[in-house]
């Protein structure tokens, strides 16, 4: 792996340039504030973190290096981690070399293979996961030479580059060995050495041998790579790696943040959403029925899945990404239609539900994700947040690889009491 090495040290140096001369010439100059409702409101919007792999802009939508989506839409997932790490694609020999690593780590141990049919069948798939990936704690190199004191601070991040590279290239087998054994109870497939990492995915899950499915599997993963570094799983994992914890529990840790319904989870609830309408109201319901069931779930408390984010403010560009792929290969699907007409009735409401309190009532991309994995033939709903954590993983390591570049430090913000802080406004 050298020459992707070499680039990511590159990249690292690069950037490392620029803190220097910030923390050089502005170390101390203030770039923004904090107010008492971010304080108290789950710091929304507070500028708190320095994320290199990804930008969220809150009407474009993720950007990877300066890409926007429709640039970088159609590239397998192994050039999208490189262009995360690096911050430039891979040319041939760059994405050959990364593919060849890829496919010669890509086997499971046989103890993971154990482990995996043992497990209970009644966890959520995102927990046979979660614990799997942690069960392959023991193979990672960096916690090894760093336990035989070998390791100096400046070599951190190549070793996090190593397991990272390590951990990716198991993600289709384990994954799609959960899918396959605990979910169809079936056997798994054969890893498929002359596919990219993206094709083995789907052809190891085995449910539809179309290749418009490699294709949406490819795009699935490469639009929920990586989200900035504030998402509640990205940071969960940086945290966790910022204590030098390796990357399969800082994975492991970002894991179980995305199993949850306000955040990756939306997946699978949106898909049992959509169902819950077709059964009510037929796989052709009208819009004013759509009106009133959006309403009623309103008024019993309950959020509507898939719309509204903590950043964006328009449309999600990777929710519009999905919807051209829908328009190409499935436009007749009713679940596709039931989300065009959600679409059209949600944001609606949601722009004046609670006093217009709600930021952002347009879909964010898991309002459409899960239909396409149903459409072509992933009918397990519970299987989707799996998915998307399988992505997101790339996020997690390159992070984590770049953070460790950049020698950045234990992540530890100061917290305060109530009481004090009732004390400084008092004294402000
Ligand atoms: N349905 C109903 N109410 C909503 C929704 C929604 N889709 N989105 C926001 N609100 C409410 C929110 O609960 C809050 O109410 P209250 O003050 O009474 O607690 C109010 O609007 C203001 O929240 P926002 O500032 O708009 O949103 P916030 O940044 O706090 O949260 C989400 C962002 C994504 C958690 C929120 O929009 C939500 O719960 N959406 C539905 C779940 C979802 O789709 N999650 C997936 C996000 C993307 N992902 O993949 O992770
Ligand atoms: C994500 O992809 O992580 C979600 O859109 C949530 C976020 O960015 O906050």
């Not at 290199?52 to 970088?72: C, M």
């Not at 997690?396 to 020698?407: D, E, K, R, T, V």
Request: some cysteine; hydrophobic content about 40%.
């Amino acid at each position: 792996m050298e020459q992707f090495k070499n680039n990511v040290k590159k990249r690292i140096d690069y950037l490392g340039m620029e803190i220097a001369w910030m923390l050089r010439e502005h170390g101390k100059t203030v770039v923004g504030e904090v107010s008492v409702k971010q304080l108290l409101g789950g710091m929304r919007g507070l500028t708190a973190l320095v994320c290199n792999t990804s930008y969220v802009d809150p009407y474009r939508g993720l950007f990877i290096s300066d890409y926007a989506i429709p640039e970088f839409e159609d590239k397998l997932p192994e050039e999208i981690f490189y262009l995360l790490c690096a911050g430039k694609f891979p040319n041939e020999t760059e994405l050959a070399e990364l593919q060849e690593e890829l496919a010669f780590r890509a086997e499971l141990p046989d103890y993971l293979w154990t482990f995996i049919r043992q497990l209970p069948r009644h966890l959520h798939p995102m927990t046979m996961f979660s614990l799997c990936v942690l069960a392959l704690e023991g193979e990672s190199v960096f916690k090894q030479k760093y336990e035989a004191g070998e390791l100096g601070k400046s070599e951190y991040w190549e070793y996090m580059l190593e397991d990272a590279v390590s951990l990716l290239a198991k993600l289709p087998a384990l994954a799609a060995a959960i899918y396959r054994i605990h979910l169809l109870r079936e056997e798994p497939m054969d890893y498929h050495p002359s596919l990219d990492w993206g094709s083995n995915l789907a052809h190891m899950l085995g449910v539809n041998p179309e290749l418009s499915f490699a294709e949406l599997v490819r795009l699935y993963m490469v639009l929920h790579c990586d989200h900035e570094g504030g998402n509640v799983s990205a940071f969960t994992s940086r945290v966790v790696n910022s204590a030098l914890s390796n990357l399969y529990y800082a994975t492991s840790a970002g894991l179980n943040g995305l199993a949850g319904p306000l955040h990756g989870l939306a997946n699978q609830v949106c898909l049992r959403f959509i169902r819950g309408i077709h059964e009510r109201f037929g796989e052709s319901p009208g819009t004013d029925q759509l009106d009133a069931f959006v309403r009623e779930e309103l008024d019993a408390g309950r959020v509507i899945p898939g719309y509204g984010h903590a950043v964006l403010r328009v449309t999600d560009p990777r929710f519009t990404a999905f919807m051209e792929f829908g328009n190409r290969h499935c436009p007749n699907s009713p679940f596709l239609q039931t989300v065009k007409k959600l679409y059209y009735v949600v944001p609606n409401i949601l722009k004046t539900y609670k006093e217009g309190k709600v930021a952002n009532p347009y879909p964010n991309v898991d309002a459409i994700s899960g239909t396409l994995l149903y459409q072509f033939g992933i009918s397990h709903f519970d299987f989707y947040t799996v998915m998307f954590g399988i992505s997101r993983t790339f996020g997690f390591c390159a992070q984590s690889i770049i953070a460790l570049g950049l020698n950045q430090p234990i992540i530890r913000p100061k917290s305060v009491t109530n009481k004090w802080l009732m004390d400084a406004l008092e004294r402000a």
